[in-house]
């Protein structure tokens, strides 16, 4: 069964350090996509990135870069000199194929990423 | 380009009754998904709405509906309010069918409370 682990709850860093957060997804689908959502405390999810199953490039956007692996089922986000704005919980998620009619998104459980100044 | 707009933003219900959610989806998109957050159950599918059809409907039962409307503005409606109903309802739309795009867009969702 499709399925995303984000086994880290809380994550707590002190402004300008570097974060990574975990993503870890199972699916029996040879394509498929990955994303990563951002909920800040507003609520409003907000997409930050999407990749699909034949491109494990690395991408680097700013300060966020992301790493896909798929020799270990992962697609890792990471955040390079944090600040107080890039509080907020974090999901990973995965497009499920159903049936062909719909892709629905399997989220993670999040993880929130709390920057102290 | 406004975003996606939900309406109510906050809502108190009693169990038993039963409420009606609006989402207007970004212009020219025409897929609506609807998603209920729980801090216990996460985030999980509902359904999505394309060209005023349910293209396909998540584990929840038939006490949660939904339609769209031809301007591609659809509502969720949850009769016979239980307790856990409680949580964050969040639309998202795209622009086409979630069969052809990947990419959806949030609104600010829907938080409901049965009390």
């Known amino acids: 069964a499709q399925k995303v682990t984000q086994a880290q709850t809380e994550i707590s860093v002190v402004e300008k350090e570097d974060v990574t957060l975990d993503c870890v997804y199972e699916?029996?689908?040879?394509?498929?996509?990955l994303f990563w959502y951002k909920q800040p405390p507003s609520g409003e999810l907000v997409f930050l990135i999407r990749?699909?199953?034949?491109?494990?490039q690395n991408e680097i956007s700013g300060r966020y870069s992301w790493n896909f692996q798929k020799s270990t089922s992962s697609f890792n986000f990471t955040i390079t000199a944090s600040q107080v704005v890039d509080s907020a919980v974090y999901f990973c998620?995965?497009?499920?194929?159903?049936?062909?009619?719909?892709?629905?998104?399997?989220f993670g459980t999040g993880t929130l990423l709390a920057v102290q100044p | 380009k406004a975003g996606v707009t939900q309406t109510p933003r906050y809502l108190i219900k009693t169990r038993g009754q039963q409420v009606t959610l609006s989402c207007s989806p970004i212009?020219?998109?025409?897929?609506v998904s609807w998603y209920q957050q729980t801090p216990g159950q996460g985030l999980q599918f509902l359904f999505e709405?394309?060209?005023?059809?349910?293209?396909n409907k998540g584990n929840f039962p038939g006490r949660f509906s939904g339609r769209q409307f031809s301007n591609s503005r659809s509502e969720m409606n949850v009769s016979t309010l239980e307790l856990g109903d409680s949580a964050l309802y969040l639309c998202?739309?795209?622009?086409?069918?979630?069969?052809?795009?990947?990419?959806?867009?949030f609104g600010p969702g829907t938080r409901l409370t049965v009390t």
């Open positions: 998202a739309s795209s622009l086409f069918s979630l069969a052809e795009s990947y990419e959806q867009y």
């Open positions: 699916t029996r689908d040879t394509t498929y996509y």
């Open positions: 990749r699909n199953s034949f491109d494990e």
């Open positions: 998620a995965l497009s499920e194929a159903m049936g062909g009619a719909t892709n629905k998104l399997i």
């Open positions: 212009s020219g998109h025409r897929s």
């Open positions: 709405y394309f060209s005023e059809t349910q293209r």
